[in-house]
């Protein structure tokens, strides 16, 4: 099985980070490829920044051309999971949506940590049109920034910290609000003596699932293939 992991910033360093976490959730036999985007942020922090990392995130996935089976889409809360349906022909896996729905299955209720407070709001509506915002606690910031993450002391502290606070506010099991905490898990879970939830394992274990069963995107109504038309993906070149 074969499945591409898309960063969703230009920052390499980070999507290699992404693809060690992925390899060690695969199952024997399954392939991650790692794909960063040529162009757009160099981290996603901000409206601004998802809406340009969804553009240049489905420009890279639209040119890469070796065979794959599935996308895992490694931005939390980031935009473009849509988009990459209606563009795809095999399964699309959004960490965001991939994380809450497996929080679901471990309790009643679960928290968000994640980077600034800035991305609370779009990691809010991420889980509203995914349809698990009603299980969700809180989405809390733990004040880093993206690029932040790779201090790992400094990380572990202000994730225990906003942890505190999720569970105060009800949640039962936490998940790791961006891509880059991917191998936080291991280190915070006996700590909190809760279930973290790691987004990008949990969406290479879906996409393997979904590859098995043979099962991908609807094209009944919203995910339809696109509407034969002119599109402009980028100025022609000089």
Known sequence: ?????TNCNTTRAMTEEIVAGARDAAAPGTTITGLTPAWGPESAEGWLDSYLSA?????????????????????????GREGARELLDVPVVDITEAAAHLACLLGRRYGVVTTLDRARGQIEDSLHAAGVAQNCAAVVGTGLGVLDLGDSEVTVRAFLAAAERARDAGAEVLVLGCAGMTGLRAKVGAALDMPVVDGVAAAVKLAESLVGLGLTTSRTGGYAKPLPKARTWAPPSE
Do not use: S, W
């Open 1 to 5: 099985m074969r499945i591409v992991v």
């Open 55 to 79: 553009a240049a995130v489905l420009d890279t996935l639209r040119g890469h051309q070796e065979p794959y089976d599935a996308v895992v889409m490694a931005g939390f809360g980031e935009h």
